[in-house]
Every structure is written in structure tokens, then in C-alpha cells.
T-cell receptor
Framework: GAVVSQHPSWVICKSGTSVKIECRSLDFQATTMFWYRQFPKQSLMLMATSNEGSKATYEQGVEKDKFLINHASLTLSTLTVTSAHPEDSSFYIC?????????????FGPGTRLLVL | AQKVTQAQTEISVVEKEDVTLDCVYETRDTTYYLFWYKQPPSGELVFLIRRNSFDEQNEISGRYSWNFQKSTSSFNFTITASQVVDSAVYFCALSEANAGGTSYGKLTFGQGTILTVHP
């Protein structure tokens, strides 16, 4: 089956630093990827839609200058949390839609846990 | 706007009991997709089922079954003869689709139901 990886799986950083999270589709191409955030014991909330070769589309309330998304290739999207603060500590999950595949199919990565001290 | 409601925050059962997880959704679209995902403690989402709005046929997969009723905007999930390994958080989700029936891919998740199955 289709596999999506995320790197790193865990990251601990100091407040004020920037953290980059990678989302890769390993065996398929993905024109569109999605980034979700999940706080402890809460649901997943869509942050943004990442489209290869164009600007990401952010959901209402998500600061695009803080959460930089770059979808540089058909297999890689990155999320950079700039000047991270403790309130950004969360579980970040990406998903990828196969290019040319059945529209409703998407595959989730294993997630990245971010802890900002 | 879309909305998914899972009214049961937590459910606790004893092994071998049947358990039903409720999901009610709201959408203005006539074409949409409904999903159920399982999230074990590791955090990785496990896809369970996808159903489009035109297919109201109920589905059974082993101990799992799903009841989709458009008249009540519900998509309930039943686990028969529950097992300890079923303990996880279960999410119901909704995705709108375009006129051609293709999902936009953006998922709206319910709040999740924590299922604990005791031995």
C-alpha cells in the first residue's frame, strides 16, 4: 500500500527556534498534501492544504507566516514552525493525495510530536 | 460549513461486548464522503472505511459494521465482540466533494471517542 513518512517523529526544541517537519510520499506522487494539528486529547484540525508548485492554502485562524509550508516536489512537503513557542507543542500529521488517483483517497503519515520548552 | 459530532467522549466496555460509536454530520453538499479512522496510542491514523453519500448500503467487515443513514445524517460504527486490541480513539470524518464526485480531500474530523475495552 501507499506509504507516507514524516521526519522527525519526535522533536524537542527551545522556545524561539524554528523547526522543520518533512512529509514524504514514498511510493507515489502527491500533488496535494494536507497538514493537520492535534493537541492532546483533542481532534485533528486541518491547518493548510499544500499544493505542489503553488502557495499553500491556510485555514482560517492559522498564521501563514508562522507555519511556513513548502511543497517543492511531488513527493515532499515541509512544514516549518517559525519562532516556536510552548503553545505550538502539538502532534502534527500530514496526509497525501495520490496524483491522478481516486479523489477521495489519501494516506496519512505517522505524525510528528513537537515539544517546545 | 461542515460539522461532525461524536457525542460519546469516552466508552468503556468489557471484552466480548458489542459497542456502537455514534457519528452525526452536517453538510450542505449533496456529494460528500464519510470516513472512520482508528488512532491507537502510537498516534498513527488507521483508515477503517470510506463511504460516499450516494451509497447507503451498510457494510460489514469482520467484527466491524457501519450503518449509514442519510435521513438522520448519521454514520454509526459498531464493533461486535470487542477485544482489548480495539482500545483506541476513533474518529469520524467528513469530506466534501465537487460536482464530479471527487473529494477535495480536506477532512473535518469529529471530536473522537475514546474506547477502552477491559479484559
Amino acid at each position: 500500500g501507499a506509504v507516507v513518512s514524516q521526519h522527525p517523529s519526535w522533536v524537542i526544541c527551545k522556545s524561539g527556534t524554528s523547526v522543520k517537519i518533512e512529509c514524504r510520499s514514498l511510493d507515489f506522487q502527491a500533488t496535494t498534501m494536507f497538514w493537520y494539528r492535534q493537541f492532546p486529547k483533542q481532534s485533528l484540525m486541518l491547518m493548510a492544504t499544500s499544493n505542489e508548485g503553488s502557495k499553500a492554502t491556510y485555514e482560517q485562524g492559522v498564521e501563514k507566516d508562522k507555519f511556513l509550508i513548502n511543497h517543492a516536489s511531488l513527493t515532499l512537503s515541509t512544514l516549518t514552525v517559525t519562532s516556536a513557542h510552548p503553545e505550538d507543542s502539538s502532534f502534527y500529521i500530514c496526509s497525501a493525495k495520490p496524483t491522478g488517483g481516486v479523489g477521495e483517497t489519501q494516506y496519512f503519515g505517522p505524525g510528528t510530536r513537537l515539544l517546545v520548552l | 460549513a461542515q460539522k461532525v459530532t461524536q457525542a460519546q467522549t469516552e466508552i468503556s466496555v468489557v471484552e466480548k461486548e458489542d459497542v456502537t460509536l455514534d457519528c452525526v454530520y452536517e453538510t450542505r453538499d449533496t456529494t460528500y464522503y464519510l470516513f472512520w479512522y482508528k488512532q491507537p496510542p502510537s498516534g498513527e491514523l488507521v483508515f477503517l472505511i470510506r463511504r460516499n453519500s450516494f451509497d447507503e448500503q451498510n457494510e460489514i467487515s469482520g467484527r466491524y459494521s457501519w450503518n449509514f443513514q442519510k435521513s438522520t445524517s448519521s454514520f454509526n460504527f459498531t464493533i461486535t465482540a470487542s477485544q482489548v486490541v480495539d482500545s483506541a480513539v476513533y474518529f469520524c470524518a467528513l469530506s466534501e466533494a465537487n460536482a464530479g464526485g471527487t473529494s477535495y480531500g480536506k477532512l473535518t474530523f469529529g471530536q473522537g471517542t475514546i474506547l477502552t475495552v477491559h479484559p
